[in-house]
């Protein structure tokens, strides 16, 4: 039971165990030496606690049994997880005692590697005294066990949070100098990617969610959650959701994947055989990771995790999370984007402006500020302009609200327009905009504008897409409305060898990762915004691409221009209100509202 009163007494959670398999027929999955590695959380509580909702196939059983604690290793083998997370509450405790070792001893011989959730973090916040003092008992106790999980020679740990916590308690985890010895992975909490001090990763323990994306450092599958003491669920159960999340994780470049969990029964979220649903759960995710009726990879058991694992795997202990490596390095099949910025100390007259836009992500989402989760932008982020600290038109509203103020200059909750304050569609008066904005700029000026909508096959429409993500269909002012059927279009019009004056592309909800995960809009993006930097245009420097989220913050943004500098700028306080300014300085327009006062970025971007 995930909550401060859970950790403070661990009751209405829920025991389980599967008829038992024969050991000696399963085979092992290989050692997780290398990321992804796929592991489960583990709970060595039965029968002290109850079960809820669902009722193991074989109980009673008692994590004190050295065969049931074999048996479920090998449940978790067979299915492809690589790896038990165990609660440790601290010294002395019951499963501290006697359980955690029996564990690690039912490992020996196999490919199957242990760590601890550092349980306290959810009960109060530890001093960096008691941490050091937990992690130097942990290090003598538990961490040269050869079933310990290692990675880049150092035991690795979980640390749980409470819903209070924040960069303090990576500042006490930091300032802990047993810290330093182990490979440390802290549970999000808002704002973390922000915090001075960053720790080795970073994971999420919400099984209320489905899923749960946090860019390059974990992704997490939840397969339902129900209380023993609640009467409905809060995510129900759904064995083609799970199959789908399952896949979504398997395809995920994250360093973690992460079941949630295997046999935490008294809150409704273990994968462990019941007399309700069986082995499904369990089957489909070896289904999943290892193929339909696969088996799992059979490799030595003497393969345990090198002790100097190459650096690159994960960021340093004490790196920011912004500059954290790639996973991977991008395929070989990525175009290589040599000269995409960087490459001329000229200031260029830029007569294009190409917006492609996207959703919903903070740095943290796409694996820090050079979009190390996404192989594509990553290799372009490594060599253009990337802001540490960019903030949208207004944190408390939503799509709509964010689109028409990065075009029109105005909060929309500031009253000076019409108030689009909802995802309501321009259709309804009230949802209707006249103030004056960028397309309108652009036209006034003898320029042309262009809104390419995915989805769309005719003019001035959102058939297929979300109006919302579209803000030229909002305004309703001067001549905005006539104008609509030409200027807003089917992508499929869109042609990078024929750049407008400006255009604004709108990918659907589920290519600008609004309703899909940063691996589609890595595509996506790689399909439509390479052609526009291969095009003689954007070559000869009149073109600037921005890649742009609507929220939330920090908000990923990245600027392409032959003359950009790269980089990630850690010290400009960028807005969606500084883009507008930019997009209207570099076209010869006059500043809307907002942007007047927005910080310029040319001086930031060598661009003027």
Known sequence: MRSSARAGSIALLAAFLAALIATSCLPQVAAPDAAPRTAAFWYLWYPQTTTGHYTPSTQPYSSDDPAVLKTQIDQMQGAGIQVGIISWFGAGTESEATRIPAALSAAQGTNFRETLYYEPEGIGDPSSATIDSDLTYIDQHYSSASAYLRVNGKPVLFVYADANDGCGMADRWAQAPETKKFYVVLKVFSGFAACANQPDDWHQYGPAGATSDQGAYSYSVS??????????????????????????????????????????????????????????????VRDVLLGSGSTATTAPATTAPPTTAPATTAPATTAPATTAPPTTAPPTTLPTSSGVCAATSSHPAISHVVVFSNENKTWSGVGGTQFQSMPYLNSLAKQCRTYANWTETDTSQNSASQYLGVTTGVKQASGTDNNVLSDCNPDITSCRSLTDNIFRQVRASGGTVRSYVEGATTGCSAAGNAAKHVPALYMMGGNDQSSCSAEVRPLSEFNPNALPTFSFITP??????????????????????????????????????????????PVPNMLLNPAIPAGVDTTTAATHFGALRLWEDLLGLPHLPGAAGAVDLRPSLNLQ
């Open 508 to 553: 659907t909800l589920c290519n600008d990762m609004h309703d899909c995960g940063v691996s589609t809009g890595d595509a996506w993006l790689k399909a439509h915004l390479q052609p526009v930097l291969d095009s003689a245009a954007y070559k000869s420097g009149s073109v600037l691409v921005e890649v742009w989220f609507d929220e939330d913050h």
């Open 223 to 284: 397969p339902g959650f129900w209380k023993g003491t609640e009467t409905a669920p809060r995510l129900a159960r759904d064995l083609a959701r799970w199959r789908t999340d399952l896949q979504a994780m398997k395809a995920s470049p994250a360093r973690w994947h992460l079941i949630t969990t295997f046999n935490e029964m008294g809150e409704g979220t273990g994968i462990e055989p019941t007399s309700q649903y069986g082995t499904a759960y369990l089957d489909t």
